[in-house]
Each structure stands twice: as structure tokens, then as C-alpha cells.
């Protein structure tokens, strides 16, 4: 007898595949004449066939209605689910049905094979199961070809009785979490009004552009994302549907994709992109699938190029002086790489640079036979500003001065580890005064700059010899982003897009290649604008470096740049200051002046003396796997100048009890560690 070891098979029948059927979401079909009932998108008849791939002229419908059973809006979907009206109470929000909600009025279709069911299957997917229900069809069946489903509808204005005739039928019924499903009854009409050319591949008519603008301002509470000719933008409904009276905090929660019992004081490194936006993306993105060559070779440039316009509008720039680039990490490197290195060049870096940066400059210190050399200047916190401001000045005087060198510098606006402030304009000057160029790395940087319109001025600080700058900061966008000043190479970075500016065309010409180089590359003497070095360098997914249009229409609704960094700065100094009260140890900024939306507090928990660095990170390991896992929460951990520290950053969904709740873990955390 043959085994089914695969070691010893001896019968060659078993080494052919086992055949099976497809993944079905319930009950296994019949091979044909199966009857399913329909209750929202499949309604159509043309999305139907679109579904099942044939035109279904052997299929019958009729209106139908479904009984026990209540329809509803699947948040921010445009379709609807199906759940036992037993249980319905629990997604209304005054918790009673009228009865005409206690039935669903839809269409039963008789006739379809086990592929068809296959074909639907797929196409309602793992948020609905496939169960055996009865359905009461209201009208005779007719065959699909010669019915109007709106038509059908109209004849099921009273409901029947309970007891009718009854047809056992498919259904696909919700198992997704109900929180997911809005409190309104999904109406038939409504979607073929604003929402029904989504889905039959065509475009919009004017009217059902307006229909589809004015309903989402109502889904998204005031902000709407407006697919125009398939392009988007949040706009707010009205003067009263604007979000600047909406208190900040956990209220701010519903517009963001985060778990409702998580707690994030870690945005410093992962940010969140509202709602508003990823509706966007998926609007603009189901546009480039749909018709790609005509989005990437006609429509992306025009959109990048509207971008760009936003940002340079944002920070006092010329459209063509400012491009859109990968990451920060990119936009560092695109300048290094422009930078023609000698012998005796010297790259400097500080012992708190971000760490992507900072083997950045180590790679352009090692490779080839001629290669700067790396100097790094130490930095301890708690230091002031002046305090740090001197020791910058006589690290530069002190470096050898040969003939014909250049020294350029790396500074990081605002640190990651710790999370605090440099005097980088200060230090630009700096650089200036002592023949440096100057990169600033300004990572989180982009809205306190703003808050405090330095942007606008920060070409004073700027050298007029040509220095190299850089920025970063958050915009609840999809990418984090970055953009050059090329009188001082400047990256920002607003939370998931990257852009580059130069404010002063003069000193376009130092920057020839993109990183890596590409299609926007000449050859000299030809000279390319600057901008379209950058259009298009490689395949990629494009639609997320085009979402800093509408988080930027985003946090003007809900109030401002100053709004939000003023919340953020004030959540931060008191949340800071009660997680030291609850550790029993300290804040590392006691002035303020290294405030920055991210404070950080020193954890009661020695270091090991003489310790390895492996011991470290794994132990630092150990108490991020127990704050994500046990706990449900995240905060930064790291070691500075011999003590542990936590880096607690504030946004407009936190509030004084996060920092709290956080400490109390860490407290628990540092207690067992230390026992």
C-alpha cells in the first residue's frame, strides 16, 4: 500500500498536486443554480457581471426583502454591510430600530454557478462571511438582461409579512469588527446618485462630482477629499465645518488609523497620517491603476508640479527652486554626492547625529582613494545653547586649515536621541564666519520653523558664499519628506513626503545628479533646470510624495501650524514634567530652550558600569517588546551621558494622561529591571 510519507513514495499517482477548491466564505455551492441575495453594490447589474465576468443571460432577479436584518454604512467605504438586527443596537447611537431598519430591501439573483460564488467570493473578501439565510421575494423573477434594479426597488415600498413565501438564498453578512460600520442605513439610491461611477470605469459627471464633494464633506465631519478629474483636496464643507474650535487630545483620535487603546508617544519616529489624507492616496491611487500610462507619462507632472507649488508657497520659495525627493536619508546623501571631494576635505559630525546620517558620513569617509576625513564634536546633554554654541566655534578653529580644503558640516536642526533643539541658524553663521558649508539635517524641524517664521528670514542667516543647509518636519502626510536650500542645502522634512529648495538659483549648479542619478541627468556644458533633475528618477509609488497637498489642507482646517505647535509644545513640557514627578527623577530640559514637542525624562535605572554596548540594546530590546506587547503603548528608549532616558513626544491626539499612563509602565518596568 502506497504511504503518504513523502520519503518513501512509491506510487507515482501521489506525486501528482492535490487538487483543491478555492477558500470559499461559507458553505460550499452547488455546481449551478444557486441564489444569492444582493443589498448593496452587486445591485447593479453591470457591476454585477463586472463581478462575475460574463453578462449573465441566464440569471433571474427579483426584488426581495430580507428580514431580522439591518444595513449599514461601512465607515468611509461606499458600501454597506449586513448584521442580525439582534445586534444592530450596538452600532446606533440612541440603541432602538425603527422596524422598516429590521428588514433589508435588495435583490435576490437565481442562476449562478459555483464559479460565479467563486468570483463573488473574492470579490467580497475576508470582512464577510457567505451564510445560508431565506430571503421573500416581493416580485416574480425576470431575467437580469431586462431589469432595472431601481425599478424592481420601487415595487418593495411596503414590506410584506414575515411569513411570505420564502426562497433560501446566499447572503454575505458582516464578520468585520462593528466598530467599523457607521450608524447610518446605506441607501440604494444615494449610491447611484454620488458614488456609483466609481465603479463601473468611467468618469464622473459634473453632478455626480458635486453630489460625491458634498456628501464626503459630511462623512469626513468638515474636510473632504475631493477627487476633481481625479485629483483630490480637502477643503473644509463651511466657515462652521472648519475644525479650529475642535478641542485638541484624544477627540482627534477619529481621524487617525490608530488602535482606540493604543498609546503613541512615539510620533518622534513613526508619525500618523489622518484620515482625510488616505482617503486622498486611495483616490489617486485607484486613478493610476486604472489608467496608468496616462497618469505617469501625462498627469504625475502636473500634480508633483502643484505640490511643489504648495511647499514653495509654505516657505517663501519660487515654484522651480524647490523638488520633491524620496527621504531624508536621500536628500543627505544627493548632497554629499554633488560635493567634488579632496584630499584633505573634512566632514563633520556630532556624536548625537542620527544614525542613518551618521553612517552616511562614515561611507563617504571611507570609500575610494580620496575621501574627506570625519571629525566629530561631542555633544552632552542637559548644555545650553551658548554653551554649545562655543564649543562648535573653537571644534571648527581647531581643525587643521590647509590650503584649498573644505570642511562641511552636518547639523541636525533638532536631535533624535535626545529629542532636542540645536541653535542650528546661530551655527549656520558660524559656518560662514569660519569658511564652512553647512548642512542642516532638520528632522522634526519644518513646524517650529514655521511657528516662528524663521523660514522666511532664513536666508540672513544664510552664507552668501553658496553653503549647503537642510530641514525636516511633520505634516500627517504619507511620506516623511525634505527640501534643500542651496544658499544653505536645506532638507525638511514634513511627516512622509521629502522635498529639497534652494531659495537662491545662483547656486543651482552644485547640485548635478539626483540620488541615484537618472533620467533628469545632462552631461556638461548643458544644464538642466534644477527641478527636473528630480521630476522622475525611477519606478515608484508616486501617489504618497503628492500627499503633502492635503495634509497641508488638513492642519490649516483643524487650526494652523501655530495652533498645533503651541498644543504640542505645551502637552509635552507638562506631560514631561508629570512622567518625572511619577519616575521620581528629571526632566533634561529645566528652561525650555531645547523644547521641541518631544521632552525627555530621565528613567530611575542605572547603567551598567563598564557595560557592553550588546547588554544595552538588548535590554533596551527588552523593555520595547514589554511596552508594545504588555502594555500597549510606545515610548523611545535610549542611553545618554551614562543615564537612561525616554524620549515622549506629543501630537494632537495626546493628552496629559498618555504620559501618565506611560510613566506608570516604565516605573513598573524599571522596578523589575533593577530588582
Known amino acids: 500500500m502506497a504511504t503518504t510519507d513523502p520519503k518513501n513514495i512509491t506510487d507515482e499517482a501521489q506525486l501528482e498536486p492535490t487538487i483543491r477548491g478555492p477558500p470559499w466564505l461559507g458553505p460550499e455551492p452547488a455546481s449551478e443554480g444557486n441564489t444569492a441575495f444582493f443589498y448593496g453594490t452587486l445591485m447593479h447589474p453591470n457591476i454585477l457581471r463586472r463581478v462575475i465576468t460574463h453578462e449573465g443571460a441566464e440569471l433571474e432577479v427579483a426584488a426581495a426583502i430580507l428580514f431580522d436584518h439591518t444595513r449599514f454604512h461601512v465607515k468611509y467605504c461606499d458600501y454597506p454591510a449586513v448584521i442580525s438586527s439582534d445586534i444592530a443596537s450596538q452600532v446606533i447611537s440612541n440603541g432602538t430600530l425603527a422596524d422598516d431598519d429590521k428588514a433589508v430591501r435588495g435583490v435576490a439573483v437565481k442562476g449562478l454557478t459555483s464559479k460565479d460564488i467563486e468570483l463573488l467570493d473574492v470579490f467580497e473578501g475576508d470582512e464577510y462571511s457567505r451564510d445560508e439565510v431565506s430571503c421573500a421575494p416581493i416580485t416574480e423573477f425576470k431575467r437580469l438582461s431586462a431589469v432595472d434594479t431601481q425599478q424592481l426597488l420601487a415595487k418593495s415600498g411596503t414590506l410584506p409579512s414575515p411569513s411570505s413565501a420564502i426562497v433560501p438564498t446566499f447572503v454575505y453578512k458582516w464578520k468585520a469588527p462593528i466598530t467599523r460600520l457607521s450608524s447610518n442605513i446605506w441607501n440604494y439610491d444615494r449610491f447611484l446618485e454620488e458614488k456609483v461611477w466609481r465603479w463601473l470605469d468611467r468618469e464622473p459627471t459634473v453632478e455626480e462630482q458635486q453630489q460625491d464633494m458634498t456628501q464626503q464633506r459630511v462623512d469626513m465631519q468638515g474636510i473632504i477629499v475631493a477627487p476633481q478629474g481625479g485629483e483630490g483636496s480637502i477643503l473644509p464643507a463651511s466657515e462652521e465645518g472648519k475644525l479650529e474650535n475642535t478641542a485638541f487630545g484624544h477627540s482627534m483620535k477619529k481621524y487617525f488609523g490608530f488602535a482606540p487603546e493604543y498609546v503613541n508617544l512615539n510620533c518622534g519616529s513613526f508619525g500618523g497620517v489622518a484620515k482625510p489624507v488616505t482617503e486622498y492616496c486611495d483616490v489617486l491611487a485607484s486613478r493610476a491603476e486604472a489608467r496608468p500610462d496616462r497618469f505617469f507619462r501625462f498627469e504625475y507632472i502636473p500634480l508633483l508640479a502643484e505640490t511643489r507649488q504648495r511647499v514653495a508657497e509654505m516657505i517663501g520659495a519660487d515654484t522651480d527652486e524647490v523638488v520633491i525627493m524620496q527621504n531624508a536619508t536621500h536628500a543627505i546623501n544627493t548632497i554629499l554626492h554633488n560635493f567634488e571631494w579632496q584630499e584633505g576635505d573634512i566632514l563633520v559630525g556630532f556624536s548625537t547625529s542620527y544614525y542613518a546620517v551618521a553612517r552616511t558620513l562614515d561611507y563617504f569617509t571611507e570609500r575610494g582613494s580620496v575621501h574627506p576625513t570625519l571629525s566629530t564634536m561631542p555633544l552632552r546633554f542637559p548644555s545650553s545653547h551658548a554653551e554649545i554654541l562655543k564649543q562648535f566655534r573653537e571644534h571648527l578653529q581647531g581643525l587643521p586649515n590647509k590650503a584649498g580644503r573644505k570642511v562641511v558640516v552636518v547639523i541636525d536642526a533638532i536631535v533624535s536621541n535626545p529629542g532636542v533643539t540645536l541653535p542650528w541658524e546661530e551655527m549656520v553663521k558660524i559656518c560662514k564666519e569660519e569658511n564652512a558649508w553647512s548642512i542642516v539635517d532638520a528632522a522634526h524641524g519644518l513646524d517650529p520653523m514655521i511657528k516662528e517664521s524663521r523660514l522666511?528670514?532664513?536666508?540672513?542667516?544664510?552664507?552668501?558664499?553658496?553653503?549647503?543647509?537642510?530641514?525636516?518636519?511633520?505634516?500627517?502626510?504619507?511620506?516623511?519628506?525634505?527640501?534643500?536650500?542651496?544658499?544653505?542645502?536645506?532638507?525638511?522634512?514634513?511627516?512622509?513626503?521629502?522635498f529639497e529648495t534652494s531659495p537662491y538659483t545662483r547656486n543651482h549648479h552644485l547640485i548635478r545628479t539626483s540620488f541615484p542619478t537618472s533620467w533628469g541627468y545632462v552631461s556638461p556644458p548643458a544644464v538642466q533646470p534644477f527641478h527636473k533633475i528630480f521630476d522622475w528618477t525611477g519606478t515608484n509609488d508616486l501617489v504618497p510624495l503628492l500627499s503633502i497637498i492635503p495634509a497641508l489642507d488638513f492642519r490649516q482646517s483643524i487650526g494652523g501650524e501655530q495652533k498645533i505647535m503651541d498644543y504640542n509644545n505645551k502637552i509635552a513640557k507638562e506631560g514631561g514634567e508629570r512622567m518625572a514627578e511619577i519616575l521620581g527623577t528629571e526632566v533634561m530640559d529645566h528652561n525650555g530652550e531645547l523644547l521641541n514637542a518631544m521632552v525627555n525624562v530621565r528613567l530611575p535605572l542605572d547603567v551598567t558600569p563598564n557595560g557592553l554596548l550588546w547588554d544595552h540594546l538588548n535590554l533596551s530590546q527588552a523593555m520595547m517588546q514589554q511596552l508594545l506587547y504588555d502594555h500597549d503603548c510606545f515610548v523611545a528608549a535610549f542611553i545618554h551621558d551614562e543615564k537612561w532616558w525616554v524620549r515622549a513626544s506629543a501630537q494632537i491626539w495626546t493628552e496629559i494622561s498618555d504620559f501618565e499612563y506611560v510613566a506608570k509602565v516604565l516605573k513598573q518596568i524599571c522596578q523589575e529591571r533593577q530588582n
Request: glycine residues 6%; proline residues 9%.
Open 456 to 498: 522666511s528670514t532664513f536666508a540672513k542667516a544664510s552664507p552668501t558664499s553658496g553653503q549647503p543647509t537642510a530641514t525636516n518636519g511633520f505634516t500627517l502626510s504619507e511620506v516623511v519628506a525634505s527640501f534643500m536650500f542651496l544658499a544653505g542645502l536645506h532638507p525638511i522634512t514634513p511627516v512622509l513626503d521629502i
